[in-house]
């Protein structure tokens, strides 16, 4: 069955950088586009940032561009989102996401805190 499992997140001063990751089972992983959310309290689930499957083209959220930046590694399954310069509204739960076979795949999620 497809697993999504996310970790590095943590609590990081502002401007700081943190590296998520999401360890993916279960499924042909080079085979599919893989994407980033986060979800700050009260608030809706927001895409951050997606990449396809051969990692050849990215895209992110106009909030993150330039700091953030989406990679995968299809021989380890994973995919990776590096968060540079971070800002305290960056701070929410993070989740990877895939879409197989119409089915749609979340993580449980990694918090990231950016505060002083």
């Known amino acids: 069955h497809v697993q999504l499992v996310e970790s590095g997140g943590g609590l990081v001063q502002p401007g700081g950088s943190l590296r998520l990751s999401c360890a993916a089972s279960?499924?042909?992983?080079?085979?599919?586009?893989m994407s980033w959310y986060r979800q700050a309290p009260g608030k809706e689930r927001e895409l951050v940032a997606g990449?396809?499957?051969?990692?050849?083209?990215?895209d992110y959220e106009d909030a993150v561009k330039g700091r953030f930046t989406i990679s995968r590694d299809n021989a380890k399954n994973t995919v990776y989102l590096q968060m540079n310069s971070l800002k305290p509204e960056d701070t929410a739960v993070y989740y990877c996401?895939?879409?197989?076979?119409?089915?749609?795949?979340w993580g449980q999620g990694t918090q990231v805190t950016v505060s002083s």
């Open positions: 990449i396809t499957s051969g990692g050849g083209h990215t």
């Open positions: 279960g499924f042909p992983f080079s085979k599919y586009a």
């Open positions: 996401k895939v879409v197989v076979n119409v089915y749609v795949y």
